[in-house]
C-alpha cells in the first residue's frame, strides 16, 4: 500500500495525532506498516546499544546531533524508559543490508543481522527526523513498522574527475550524500585522456605531467573555444587512502575506473613510448574521443598497466576493478606493422578481437589478485558507434565470463544477450542514467522510471543484473556548483530505482519525499535544480 493511502486511511480512523506528522523516506521502504499514535523524541531520549552496535550508537549520537542540534546520551538498555535501541540479530536476513526499523509510543527500535543494515536503518530514521523537525526540543515522530532490504546489490554513483578535478571534500560531501541516500558504490573516473587524477609512484610522470593541461575546451561539442586557463590536479596515495576509509564508515564500496586501452591520451603524454605511435604529445585540451591508444601489443605496456593496477589494488579493498574499455579508435592499431603481425600471430581477425584478447589478459591477472574485472560493453566487441567500421567489430574473441558488464550505449538486446550468455551487468543506459544530460532530456520523473532490468528479459534471468549507476560526466561541467546542479535532485531519483521494488514505488510520494531533501541541502549549502 502507497504512503498515501496508508495515512488517508490513518485519517479517516479519526487518529488525528499522526496527521501533522511526516513519513519522508528516499528510496521508499519496501514494507511499510503505519500506526496509530506517535514517540516524541528530545533531549532525554536516550541510545542504547550492545557490544556489537556501540560504534552504530555513537555514530546516531552524532547525526541527530549534526541534524536537530539534539544532543542524546548513551546509556544501558535497562537504565532508561524513552530510548532508540540497536541491534543485531543473528541469522534475521541473509541479506547484510536488510533492516527493521520500529516506532512505538515508548521506543525506537532498529535491528539487523550487520552494522551495514542498522546503518541503513539509522538513515530511515534521520530522514524521518528531518521531516518532522519543529521549533521546539521535542520532534514527533509517527508509530511505524519498516521492514526492508533493497531491490538490487549494485547502486552506484559515479563521478568523472579526469576531466575537472574537483578534490576531497567534494567527494566526501557526495559520499555523505551517497551514504543518506542508501548507495553503496561510488564509482571514481580517475583517468582519461584529459588528466590523470591518481598518483602512481613507479610512474611519477603520470601526475607530474599528465595530471595537467594548458587550456579547456568550452562552448560544447565541436567548439573552438577555449577557457584561457591552466588546470590541473591529482589524489596523492594518502588521500585516496583518507576517502577510501571515509567511504568504508559509510559502507560505500569505491570502484576505481581506470582507463584501458583507449582515452589514454594522459599516460601517452606522460611516456609516449605507451602509445601505438610512440609520438610525444601534449595532454589534450578539446574533450572527447582521441585518436591515439595503447600498444598492447608490447610487453613494456602491458607491464606498465600491471604495474599501475598493483598500486591501484593496494590503495582500493574494492573486489571490482573497472578497465573502462569504451570508445577505442583503431586507426592507430590497423595502421601499425608492429601491431598486425602480432594479430597474425595470435590469430586476431579484427581490431576488436585484438581489443577482447588484451582485456582477457588483464580480467586474467586481476583474477590472479582476487579481483574481479568490469568494463564498459564495448569490451565484449559491440559496435555501438557511428565511426566504427563493421568489419573492424566482427569478433570471434570470447570476452572473459567473469567479467561485470557496465551497459551504457546500444540496443537493449546486446544487454539481453550478454545475460543469457552468462555475464553479469550494471544497467547505465546513457539516455536515463547520465547526469551531465540536461534535465530536458532526462527529467527527474524519466530517471525515477528507469527500470534496469531490460523489458522483455526473462524472470530466470533478472538476478544477472546486479544493479545500476548514474554517471556524472565532467566534459562540459567545470564548477562544483554546476556540478550540483545536474546531479541533484536526480541522484535521490536513482536512488530509488536501486533500492525499492517496482511495487513500491510511487513518484508522487517520492516528489513529496523530496521536498525535505531539498531542505536538507539547501541548509549545507548544496545546489540543485527545481
Not at 544532543?71 to 540479530?89: A, F, P, R, T, V
Not at 587524477?197 to 595537467?212: F, Q, V, W
Not at 545475460?419 to 524519466?446: Q, R
Not at 536526480?490 to 531539498?518: H, M, P, Q
Request: charged share 25%; hydrophobic share 35%; net charge neutral.
Amino acid at each position: 500500500m502507497k504512503l498515501k493511502a496508508l495515512l488517508l486511511l490513518i485519517c479517516t480512523l479519526g487518529v488525528t495525532a499522526v496527521k501533522a506528522q511526516k513519513i519522508s523516506i528516499i528510496p521508499a521502504p519496501n514494507n511499510l506498516e503505519v500506526k496509530a499514535g506517535s514517540f516524541e523524541l528530545s533531549s532525554s531520549t536516550a541510545i542504547s546499544h550492545d557490544d556489537k552496535t556501540e560504534d552504530m550508537a555513537r555514530f546516531l549520537q552524532q547525526v541527530i546531533k549534526d541534524d536537530t542540534g539534539l544532543e542524546l546520551g548513551i546509556g544501558s538498555k535497562k537504565q532508561m524508559n524513552q530510548l532508540i535501541h540497536l541491534k543485531i540479530i543473528s541469522g534475521k536476513k541473509d541479506n547484510k543490508e536488510a533492516y527493521s526499523l520500529e516506532i512505538d509510543k515508548n521506543k525506537i527500535s532498529i535491528a539487523a543481522s550487520d552494522n551495514q543494515g542498522l546503518f541503513y536503518g539509522i538513515q530511515s530514521l534521520r530522514q524521518l527526523l528531518l521531516a518532522n523537525r519543529s521549533s521546539s526540543n521535542v520532534i514527533q515522530l509517527p508509530v511505524l513498522n519498516i521492514d526492508d532490504q533493497p531491490r538490487f546489490s549494485w547502486r552506484a554513483f559515479m563521478l568523472d574527475e579526469s576531466r575537472y578535478f574537483k578534490g576531497m571534500d567534494q567527494v566526501k560531501k557526495l559520499l555523505d550524500q551517497m551514504a543518506l541516500l542508501k548507495m553503496n558504490v561510488f564509482h571514481w573516473h580517475l583517468t582519461d585522456d584529459q588528466g590523470w587524477r591518481i598518483e602512481i609512484k613507479k610512474y611519477p610522470a603520470l601526475t607530474e605531467i599528465g595530471s595537467k593541461r594548458t587550456n579547456s575546451q568550452i562552448g560544447g561539442w565541436g567548439s573552438e573555444k577555449r577557457s584561457g586557463k591552466p588546470h590541473g590536479g591529482f589524489y596523492t596515495q594518502e588521500q585516496i587512502k583518507e576517502i577510501v576509509a571515509y567511504a568504508k564508515k559509510r559502507f560505500i564500496t569505491i570502484v576505481p575506473e581506470i582507463e584501458m586501452p583507449g582515452h589514454s591520451s594522459a599516460a601517452i603524454a606522460s611516456y609516449p613510448w605507451l602509445g601505438t605511435d610512440g609520438q610525444k604529445i601534449e595532454v589534450p585540451v578539446v574533450f572527447g574521443k582521441r585518436p591515439d591508444t595503447y600498444n598492447v601489443t608490447d610487453k613494456k605496456v602491458y607491464t606498465f598497466l600491471t604495474d599501475v593496477l598493483d598500486e591501484v589494488m593496494q590503495l582500493f579493498p574494492s573486489n571490482v576493478i573497472h578497465i573502462g574499455g569504451d570508445e577505442v579508435k583503431y586507426d592507430h592499431w590497423k595502421n601499425s606493422p608492429t601491431v598486425n603481425a602480432y594479430m597474425k600471430e595470435h590469430d586476431l581477425e579484427s581490431p576488436a578481437d585484438l581489443q577482447i584478447h588484451f582485456t582477457n589478459r588483464i580480467s586474467q591477472y586481476l583474477e590472479s589478485k582476487g579481483k574481479r574485472m568490469m568494463g564498459w560493453n564495448e569490451i565484449l566487441g559491440h559496435n555501438v558507434h557511428e565511426y566504427q567500421k563493421e568489419e573492424d567489430t566482427q569478433v570471434k574473441t570470447e570476452l572473459a565470463k567473469g567479467t561485470i558488464i557496465h551497459f551504457w550505449k546500444g540496443d537493449l538486446n546486446l544487454a539481453r544477450t550478454a545475460i543469457v550468455n552468462g555475464y553479469d551487468i550494471v544497467n547505465s543506459l546513457h539516455s536515463f542514467t547520465y547526469l551531465d544530460y540536461s534535465h530536458k532530456s532526462i527529467s527527474l520523473e524519466k530517471a525515477y522510471e528507469f527500470d534496469p532490468i531490460p523489458e522483455g528479459l526473462e524472470k530466470k534471468y533478472h538476478d544477472k543484473v546486479i544493479g545500476v549507476g548514474c554517471q556524472m560526466w565532467g566534459e562540459w561541467i567545470p564548477t562544483v556548483a554546476r556540478m550540483d546542479e545536474q546531479i541533484f535532485p536526480r541522484i535521490a531519483a536513482y536512488a530509488e530505482v536501486g533500492w525499492t521494488s517496482l511495487g513500491s514505488k510511487s513518484f508522487s510520494d517520492f516528489s513529496k519525499s523530496l521536498k525535505d531533501l531539498k531542505h536538507y541541502w539547501t541548509q549545507r549549502g548544496i545546489g540543485y535544480t527545481q
